[in-house]
């Protein structure tokens, strides 16, 4: 099998910390995917903990067929004599054939990577040129040699078994040299999210000025010595699960043999702030709309911990699970005459009236009201702040202070046969609760899923799905057709990236 050269937008989400790079997939839209390509300059007081958060996130994933993930602290410097010749043959071979087919020595024909490089390689050496105005054969030669022994050594994993529309992410610690920097570029040009951890130093003002990556500021630079990654450390890890395979440097896990045949109610599509835009893909009727994806995090919004005896974060019984129902409300969709058209639920995520729901419940009205539990007030609201059709997330705000429900940042991944309770207005049953399971990780129009068995009706949808601590893992989404507690949720990485700033 051939794979083409597909076309990239970059950072259309604007992403402001590691655990947002970490969070966020690119999606697709007919040949074009969003690719990430950031600089986080400088240091804070959590860079060490979001760092290693992010790599035990991203292995889980891994383990569990959901991505491709490598961290590294430096690039390797020296090639074998022998090898590098093999290298220039490879450089020389492209050129003979006009430029059209590019390999390395692990990545021959058989690959079928042959064109994505080659176009590749051809964007790169553009840019690279922009920077180095004197490069001459000689100067090119070597540097596409360096490229190509880097994909062998650091990424080889990523194109063996090439899937854009995958989840691919790629790591490295203080890039300022010129050739390593746009190996990275050559990366994100074939589909994978580039991050750049500048601690110490950055780019120099000729890259920086070509405009390819992002810059996210962290604090003062300075030297920090970060562990090196290491995918082995996390395998033997109960949480994380998996059929594990080596190659490159990193682990990847067997993917999901089936995909269900998931159905999500129509939203009006658009785009918003910060937010990706529409797929294009109209959703079919739906006939039982649920919950969210949940993933994983480390600590409550603002450092919050639950209140509990010695301030220690503890697991809940259900009667306390289900207080939280408070903070969970019922949203009444009114078209242009007033009347009521439909039902959803939302979740309190920030203080000043912000609420999370569904997109297809924000964009299926002309105004909404807002019930509180123990308040009588209907609050009405016409306010939609910002939503994402390919999320399938909105969220909306009303004149009002909230309670809002912490959510989960992924202190351990999320595994199956974890208990969940669901809280939601199902058949507009005002904030029902109901408990059961996750009971597995399935991926829907590019989006990681939660699917759980916690039942859910009409109405569910936009509701909270939480783990033991009370904390959100995810939105009731959607339900899978033709079966009984086959629910889905949108997970909490995706939501702590598409609600920050309104907690």
Request: proline share 3%.
């Amino acid at each position: 099998m051939e794979y083409n050269y597909i076309e990239k937008r970059y950072n259309v989400m604007g992403l402001t910390s590691i655990e947002a790079f970490s969070g966020v997939k690119g999606g697709m839209n007919g040949n074009c995917k969003d690719v990430y390509f950031l600089r986080a300059a400088g240091v804070n007081q959590s860079l060490l903990k979001d760092v290693a958060y992010m790599d035990e996130i991203q292995t889980g994933k891994m383990m569990r067929g959901q991505g491709i993930y490598n961290r590294v602290s430096a690039f390797p410097k020296n090639i074998e004599v022998e090898r590098a010749a093999r290298y220039m043959g490879c450089y020389r071979s492209w050129i003979d054939t006009g430029r059209e087919r590019l390999f390395t020595l692990k990545l021959d024909e058989k690959s079928g990577v042959g064109d994505l490089l080659s176009a590749s390689c051809k964007k790169v050496l553009e840019a690279y040129h922009g920077c180095n105005p004197n490069l001459n054969e000689s100067i090119e030669k070597n540097f596409v040699v360096k490229m190509l022994f880097w994909l062998d050594e650091l990424a080889l994993v990523y194109l063996k078994e090439w899937n854009p529309r995958q989840s691919m992410k790629f790591v490295a610690q203080d890039v300022t040299k010129a050739q390593e920097y746009f190996f990275c570029y050559f990366l994100t040009l074939m589909g994978i999210d580039v991050l750049l951890l500048q601690n110490e130093t950055d780019i120099d003002e000729k890259m920086e000025a070509l405009h390819l990556s992002g810059q996210i500021t962290l604090g003062e630079k300075k030297g920090i010595a970060l562990d090196s990654y290491d995918s082995q450390k996390f395998a033997d890890r109960k949480e994380i699960s998996g059929t594990v395979s080596q190659g490159g440097g990193q682990v990847r896990a067997e993917p999901e043999n089936r995909r269900p045949r998931v159905v999500i109610p129509p939203g009006r599509h658009g785009t918003s702030q910060n937010s990706r835009q529409n797929t294009g893909q109209e959703k079919a009727p739906h006939r039982i709309s649920t919950a969210e994806n949940p993933n994983t995090g480390r600590r409550n919004p603002g450092g919050q911990t639950l209140p509990t005896a010695g301030d220690a974060r503890r697991e809940l019984d259900f009667e306390e699970l289900a207080l939280k129902a408070s903070s969970v409300v019922m949203i009444s969709i009114h078209d242009a005459r007033g009347e009521v058209i439909g039902s959803g639920s939302g979740i309190m995520i920030g203080r000043e009236g912000y609420i999370l729901t569904n997109n297809h419940v924000a964009r299926g009205g002309r105004y909404y009201s807002v019930r509180i539990e123990n308040d009588n007030t209907m609050y009405k609201t016409e306010e939609i702040i910002k939503y994402n059709s390919l999320l399938d997330l909105a969220v909306i705000r009303i004149n009002r202070a909230l309670q809002p429900l912490p959510v989960y940042r992924g202190r351990k991944p999320l595994v199956r046969g974890q208990k969940v309770v669901a809280i939601g207005s199902p058949l507009g049953l005002f904030n029902s609760v109901s408990n059961g399971i996750i009971s597995g990780f399935r991926r829907v129009d590019d989006v990681d899923m939660i699917q759980f068995t916690a039942p859910i009706s009409h109405g569910s949808s936009g509701g909270a799905v939480l783990n033991m601590y009370g904390e959100v893992i995810g939105v009731s989404t959607a339900g899978i057709d033709e079966g009984q507690n086959l629910n889905l949720a949108v997970g909490y990485e995706f939501i702590n990236t598409f609600i920050r700033g309104f907690q």
